[in-house]
């Protein structure tokens, strides 16, 4: 079991990269920190499974040092550095039975075949292989073999920890979700540092503790469920978490706070001082639709909106307003009155993010000068 260290890594699958689009990770320096469950999200191509295959050794980062307990491992092949691996599609020996096929990581370390038998059959009772234990890989349904294709990672407790490449994109639905519970479970059971990557938010929040989401080739957030949502520190992740995701809007500086178009919204005196030293920064106000404030009627500080369009998703609607020519989407509760054609809102200063070139501008500067 490790602590796995990425530092200053970056990969170009490009043999005279010039430009960071050239990157399929772009430097970064991260920790996963021993004992963790971990998920990675992020869009397709984002540099998921590169990251994860640099981990396990598979391809050789162009510049930096993986390290697993503070020892560079850079230099290992992938059988020496006790890493699990699960792939999106099975990898299973189709001649092989499945008890075979569990036992084959086991029998490769050189364990003795009565220890064998109680580590497949503790493997097999939480995936619920034990009916399928004595079949050929090659009858099995994809979902089976994708079972069997986990089972493999997870058979060996020795590993220092334990990769799911979007492990249940063939797995059916219903079984989807009992599947990440298992996996919840043995991590609970096992303490085993687990990295498990997926494109879907709540897969990535029902499995983790703590969230990397990934956006052209870098980590941009690392944090809880409950942190992305809160306080997205990237443009990017207040739009792909959340459902609809953050409301995002261009805006100019202007005395005291920001505008667009006609709409001026103060902000801090503190953001103020923030935003005097990114000259130049395009910028942009981010609010989730849950967060926004709707008044009953107007008011002074009531910004005025009109009504789009309502969706009723049953416990709550999404209201869909024009503001000043733009966009925004409220989340309302069941209980709030529906406003009919006009709509009067504002925005807690609390959840009003700032963003300058897509990152969120802190109220306090992140690093202390003596
Ligand atoms: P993800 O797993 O998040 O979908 P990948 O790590 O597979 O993303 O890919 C990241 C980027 O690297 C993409 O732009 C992809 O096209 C590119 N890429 C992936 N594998 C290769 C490869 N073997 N050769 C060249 N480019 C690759
Ligand atoms: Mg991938």
Redesign the pocket.
């Known amino acids: 079991m490790a602590e796995i260290r990425l530092h200053n890594l970056a990969h170009s699958?490009s043999r005279a990269p010039t430009e960071s689009a050239d990157y399929?990770i772009r430097e970064m320096n991260h920790v996963w920190e021993q004992g963790g469950a971990y998920a990675l999200l992020?869009p397709?191509?984002?540099?998921?499974?590169?990251l994860l295959n640099i981990i396990s050794g598979l391809l050789s980062p162009s510049h930096g040092e993986v390290q697993f307990d503070g020892k560079v491992v850079n230099a290992l092949p992938p059988e020496l550095r006790n890493i699990a691996q699960v792939f999106q599609f099975p990898v299973v020996y189709d001649t092989m039975t499945v008890f075979d096929n569990l036992a084959f990581p086991l029998r490769n370390q050189g364990m003795n075949e009565a220890k064998i038998l109680t580590k497949v059959n503790e493997i097999a009772e939480v995936l619920e292989l034990h009916p399928l234990l004595h079949k050929r890989a090659r009858n099995l349904t994809a979902d089976e073999k994708q079972k069997v294709s986990m089972g493999r990672g997870l058979v060996r407790d020795d590993v220092s920890a334990i990769l799911f490449d979007e492990p249940l994109t063939v797995i059916d639905p219903h079984l989807k979700w009992k599947l990440r519970r298992k996996l919840k479970q043995i991590h609970e059971q096992f303490n085993i540092t687990m990295v498990y990557v997926t494109h879907d938010q709540l897969e990535a929040s029902t499995f983790a503790d703590k969230i990397a989401v990934m956006y052209g080739g870098q980590i941009v957030q690392f944090g809880t469920p409950r942190e992305l949502f809160e306080r997205p520190s990237h443009t990017f992740v207040g739009y792909f978490i959340g459902s609809p995701g953050m409301n995002l809007i261009d805006v100019l500086p202007y005395a005291g706070g920001v505008r667009f178009n006609n709409t001026v919204l103060p902000l801090s005196a503190a953001l103020n001082r923030r935003l005097a030293e990114l000259p130049g920064a395009k910028l942009k106000i981010g609010i989730r639709p849950e967060f926004v404030h709707v008044w009953d009627g107007p008011n002074e500080d009531a910004l005025c909106g009109e009504v789009v369009h309502v969706e009723d998703l049953g416990t709550y609607k999404i209201l869909t307003l024009k503001l000043d020519g733009q966009s925004l989407k409220v989340r309302l509760q069941e209980d709030q009155p529906v406003p009919q054609q006009q709509v009067y809102l504002s925005f807690p200063a609390q959840w009003l993010m700032l963003y300058a070139d897509d990152f969120l501008v802190e109220a306090q500067a992140q690093e202390v000068q003596p």
């Open positions: 699958y399929a992020g397709s191509g984002c540099g998921k499974s590169t």
